[in-house]
Nanobody, 127 residues
Framework: QVQLLESGGGLVQAGGSLRLSCAASDRSFSSYAMGWFRQSPGKEREFVSAISRGGSYTGYADSVKGRFTISRDNAKNTVYLQMNSLKREDTAVYYC????????????????????WGQGTQVTVSS
């Protein structure tokens, strides 16, 4: 079972940037498609971004497209989320998730498809 540990959250002003990291304990990290989700109070956990096993395929929610960038370093067992031009509505707890993926080109945006989750890291954007 893979363990995921997010880091990099914090308080930032609107328009600023943060880089989230998610380190995986499993040496088979390259077997997983990875995703980022977020949840704010009173709302359901929502898809933010995902990346395929090899990193060649990525997807983004419309709300973050053009501002966020997902990447991964399989040698370091880590996935990243670079967040630029942050807005107040980006305030949430951000979770990374791993899905056992059989295809190198696939990723999923569906929360229920992910097998493992981290504990989350808080991102707060102030005006």
């Amino acid at each position: 079972q893979v363990q995921l540990l997010e880091s990099g959250g914090g308080l930032v002003q609107a328009g600023g940037s943060l880089r989230l990291s998610c380190a995986a304990s499993d040496r088979s990290f390259s077997s997983y498609a990875m995703g980022w989700f977020r949840q704010s109070p009173g709302k359901e956990r929502e898809f933010v971004s995902a990346i395929s096993r090899g990193g060649s395929y990525t997807g983004y929610a419309d709300s973050v497209k053009g501002r966020f960038t997902i990447s991964r370093d399989n040698a370091k067992n880590t996935v990243y989320l670079q967040m630029n031009s942050l807005k107040r509505e980006d305030t949430a707890v951000y979770y990374c998730a791993a899905q056992v993926a059989f295809l190198t080109s696939s990723y999923t945006t569906r929360r229920e498809d992910y097998d493992y989750w981290g504990q989350g890291t808080q991102v707060t954007v102030s005006s």
